[in-house]
């Protein structure tokens, strides 16, 4: 009896042991079919169990939010679809001034300054007086423009009056001669010392009203050649300058250039005409290469690419640094996405896509790239609507480890 019972006992273990390996082979075949055959959207790998076919009611990586909630957030969908991508080649870059548009305002005569109307920043016009000089060179040269002025008026009277005798045979030949030679000289002279005034910024029309200036002889007027603003100030009230000191600098900021460094291997891979995106904090600005060096520095060893930038409002101040974008090939692709709307999970790109009322973070594979779309391989089909807009508040809404949902 003992034997029948031994034996009865090791049937009834083998069954259970059997029972029970059924129970798990039972338990575990839901999870091994959903690994056969995963959402064609969202693999299981690297982003969690509910990537994996055990979506439930509070899948960690869908999101749920209201019509109120989504207009509220700023979300916005769009149809996957094809697009041209444009390789760039991204090369660093500083504005500079546009060279071309830089005055450095020098006074033509020594002096000692008198008055000073501008100063760093200050906006200015064409032609506004930016500063005085009290000169004695000036005030000389304008005296003897004024002593020429008044020979040469002498000298025309003496001439009129020498023609009319001489008409009447009462002034011999060579006296006559004479008056019109010294009338002659005396408009050499006046000639000569009113281009020495024009040589030192006086104009014609200032020239003709130097006798009523009285005691402003000796006051010379530093004056802006062309609009801009003051980037540099050289000069203090009384203090003594050369006609050599270098007052002002000023320079119309309405455009600037942004100088690109170009390193020697990628030189073949730049030209003339080619667009660039240029990009500096929160600014950016569309241009195109209007310069490319012949040469390369021989410190440097490195080429410059120039881009006119148009800075109507000031915003590009010369001295930034930024980031140069420069368009070398376009290629079209079956399906590009708004650069924004790619989201990082793990560490793993994703894409957000709108399905039945939900927003799924579907794993993506990404190729080339531009300043603002990128392609995408793999993930993501032409048709899909996803969210081109606001992926950021999704990404926010499941790192909140709630599962996303509204409640």
Known sequence: ????????????LLVGAAAGGLGVFIWMQPRHVAEQHPDACCPSEGLGASYAGEKTDHDEHCVELSDEAIQAAGIETA????????????????????????????PRVPGIVRRVDKFLGDKVEAGEVMAVLESRELAEAKAAFLAAQQRSSLAQAHLKSAESLHAKKIMPDLEFLAVRKEAAGAEIELQTTENKLHALGVPHSQCEKLAEEGDTLAMYELRAPFAGTVVAKHCSLGEVV??????????????????????????????????????????AADGEVAYLSPTVSEKTRTGTARVVVANSDGRWRPGTFATAAIVISRVDVPVVVANEAIQKIENKPVVFVAKEGEFVACPVEVGRSSATHTEIRSGLSAGESYVVKGAFVLKAELGKGTGGHEH
């Open 79 to 106: 149809e996957a679809g094809g697009g041209e991508i444009e390789e760039t080649l991204k090369l660093p870059a500083e504005i500079v001034l546009d060279a071309d548009r830089v005055a450095h305002i020098v």
């Open 242 to 283: 050369s006609d050599q000191t270098d007052f002002f600098v000023l320079a119309d900021l309405s455009r600037v250039w942004a100088n690109v460094t170009v390193y020697p291997h990628d030189l073949g891979r730049v030209a003339l005409g080619q667009k660039v995106n240029l990009r500096a904090g929160e600014l």
């Open 1 to 12: 009896m003992k034997g029948a019972s031994t034996i009865n006992s090791v049937v009834v």
